[in-house]
């Protein structure tokens, strides 16, 4: 079954660049997501990228996919203070039929004025 | 921008009572979900329905669960008997397609908050 693993705290000063890893275990053909989720509030999608890709840039966010080591990482550029939140990794396996989204825990990015 | 909206955002409710948790999905989406998120934890797959009928379920959606498309565009999550670990935050969500292509990604609502006394 999937399993996605996440670091669980990531603290950085306004304007650098954070970088928030995720592992998954499934080699399957593979979607990956990236939610944000701010304190009270729903998940919502900041991007994803499928399994044939290495790459996807969107404004200050760029995901990196290395496929051999099944690592997933989010790169957020000039990170703000808005951008403090929890970020959830998730992976749905599309090849065996299921829709359903499998999460890490979260990690929750602290960003220091 | 379209969104999922979920009402009410929290719900008190004393254990064995049923409760009814409401989402209007995205209009023109056809797939809907429901994922729990109990404090701390990971948010979890409770089901997953299309074209009136669950298409896939998890292990915690047992019996005391069930969900429904009662018009054009509620879906709702009913839990027949709650417990004290029903306490959580629920979230629905929906996406234009189900299992392969594009469009599969889903869009969460904010979540209706159950607390179980």
């Known amino acids: 079954g999937e399993d996605v693993e996440q670091s669980l705290f990531l603290s950085v000063r306004e304007g650098d660049s954070s970088v928030i890893n995720c592992t998954y275990t499934d080699s399957s053909s593979t979607y990956l997501y990236w939610y944000k989720q701010e304190p009270g509030a729903g998940l919502q999608l900041l991007t994803y990228?499928?399994?044939?890709?290495d790459m996807k840039q969107d404004q200050r966010l760029t995901v990196l996919l290395n496929k051999k080591d099944k690592h997933l990482s989010l790169r957020i550029a000039d990170t703000q203070t808005g951008d403090s939140a929890i970020y959830f990794c998730?992976?749905?396996?599309?090849?065996?039929?299921?829709?359903?989204?499998?999460f890490g825990s979260g990690t929750r990015l602290q960003v220091q004025p | 921008e379209p969104e999922v909206t979920q009402t009410p955002s929290h719900q008190v409710t004393q254990m064995g009572q049923e409760v009814i948790l409401r989402c209007v999905p995205i209009?023109?989406?056809?797939?809907f979900y429901w994922y729990r998120q109990i404090l701390g934890q990971k948010v979890e797959f409770l089901v997953s329905?299309?074209?009136?009928?669950?298409?896939?379920k998890s292990e915690i959606f047992d019996d005391q669960f069930s969900v429904e498309r009662p018009d054009g565009s509620n879906f709702t999550l009913k839990i027949r008997s709650t417990k004290l670990e029903d306490s959580a935050m629920y979230f629905c969500?929906?996406?234009?397609?189900?299992?392969?292509?594009?469009?599969?990604?889903?869009?969460f609502g904010q979540g209706t908050r159950l607390t179980v006394v």
């Open positions: 329905f299309y074209n009136n009928e669950i298409s896939e």
């Open positions: 998730a992976e749905k396996v599309m090849d065996t039929g299921r829709r359903a989204l499998t």
């Open positions: 990228i499928f399994s044939n890709m």
């Open positions: 209009s023109n989406h056809l797939y």
């Open positions: 969500a929906s996406s234009v397609s189900g299992t392969g292509g594009k469009n599969t990604e889903a869009f």
